[in-house]
């Protein structure tokens, strides 16, 4: 296995430590951002260094090739985005610091995301929805390297998704603007121009996003991966698939992903 260092400050010291926890056999560069540590072995020391050291990390192994995947699916906010729509929404009433913190509070584990989507959009109400082009026009920015990611995948064969806990007003437009070919995301609900502070439909969170996943992986004539102890022996590391021939991207910096050199 090769084990990867992505962050926006390594230090030679860290990666030497890396190294000796992982038994590597040696350190590669891959970019001024990501480096590669060649035949490393699992250690749990290892997450326990790159939370301090704030960096991200993933086994690969080297003879897996993006063109085993059929399709990539990828979250919108903080992953695909370098921000949290709802905040930036939030952002247009002033509230940006309220939302912000329930938002925080969700990804901490102390709030499920149903209540707190409920909770982040009532406090929207009012709001014209014009403000949501704002935001779009003046605050959405792609993260490094999502561009190249995406374009690698599409030369490889996949096909591509964003699945968002957010609004299908920012999904729709990221899907035009990108050429993805799917995307799913929650329904505002909008009366006489001004958010209602309420979602349509059924919320799209985290069993949401499953059952959509479900259904593309269905759609396209994706095997599901019934067991995942089976891709666990058979490639020495776990990974979240929603179907045996889907790779699913909560975070990245994709051009110094292994799968995409």
Request: hydrophobic letters at 40%; charged letters at 30%; proline letters at 1%.
């Amino acid at each position: 296995m090769n084990l990867i260092i992505q962050g926006l400050e390594i230090n030679n010291s860290d990666l030497r430590d890396l190294a000796k926890l992982s038994q590597a056999d040696g350190i590669e560069r891959i970019t001024g951002q990501a480096f590669r540590l060649t035949r490393a072995n699992v250690s749990e020391g290892i997450t326990e260094h790159c939370a301090q050291a704030e960096l991200d990390f993933a086994f690969v192994n080297p003879d897996i090739k993006l063109s085993d995947f059929k399709l990539i699916a990828m979250d919108m906010d903080s992953t695909l985005l370098a921000i949290e729509s709802i905040d930036e929404i939030a952002d247009m009433l002033n509230i940006k610091a309220q939302v912000a913190e329930i938002t925080q509070q969700t990804m901490q584990g102390k709030m499920n995301f149903e209540e707190s989507l409920v909770r982040r959009t009532a406090l929207l109400q009012g709001l014209h929805q014009d403000a949501l082009q704002r935001v779009y026009d003046e605050r959405v920015k792609l993260n490094p390297g999502a561009e190249i990611m995406l374009q690698k995948a599409k030369r490889a064969g996949l096909k591509t998704m964003v699945i968002s806990g957010g609004f299908t007003f920012f999904t729709e437009r990221i899907k035009a603007k990108l050429g993805l070919d799917f995307a799913a995301a929650n329904v505002l609900d909008i009366h006489d121009n001004k958010l209602t502070g309420q979602v349509r439909g059924e919320i799209i969170g985290r069993q949401g996003k499953a059952q959509v996943l479900r259904q593309v992986c269905e759609a396209l004539n994706l095997k599901r991966e019934q067991d995942r102890r089976r891709w666990r022996q058979r490639y020495g590391y776990d990974v979240r698939i929603g179907c045996q021939h889907c790779l699913s991207c909560e975070t990245y910096r994709s051009e110094s992903c292994d799968l995409f050199d």
